[in-house]
Nanobody, 126 residues
Framework: QVQLVESGGGLVQAGGSLRLSCAAS????????MGWFRQAPGKEREFVAA????????DYVDSVKGRFTISKDNAKNTVYLQMNSLKPEDTAVYYC???????????????????WGLGTQVTVSS
């Protein structure tokens, strides 16, 4: 079982930046992709970004391409989401997920992913 703990959320003005972190623990993570999802009030949880175990492969939802960057530090078992040029529509609870799947299919396999964090709130004011 993998435990995931998110941090780094907060309140920021439109155009600002935040960096989210997700620390993983509990088992070995070889071949585990890690990703970020978000859920706004009244909406379904949506895929944001994912990264492969090696870090060599990433995937993003179109709405964040060019603004968000996912990265990871395997020595720390931590994945990051650098969010720049934030918009009010980015406001949501951001969740970290992990599973032994490829980064390219994490979004499609959302209902089946095995490990989730509790989330961190990101609020972008206009």
């Amino acid at each position: 079982q993998v435990q995931l703990v998110e941090s780094g959320g907060g309140l920021v003005q439109a155009g600002g930046s935040l960096r989210l972190s997700c620390a993983a623990s509990g088992r070995t993570f070889s071949n585990y992709a890690m990703g970020w999802f978000r859920q706004a009030p009244g909406k379904e949880r949506e895929f944001v970004a994912a990264i492969s175990w090696t870090g060599g492969s990433t995937d993003y939802v179109d709405s964040v391409k060019g603004r968000f960057t996912i990265s990871k530090d395997n020595a720390k078992n931590t994945v990051y989401l650098q969010m720049n040029s934030l918009k009010p529509e980015d406001t949501a609870v951001y969740y970290c997920a992990a599973d032994s799947v490829s980064a390219q299919v994490m979004g499609a396999l959302k209902p089946f992913l095995g490990s989730w964090g509790l989330g961190t709130q990101v609020t972008v004011s206009s």
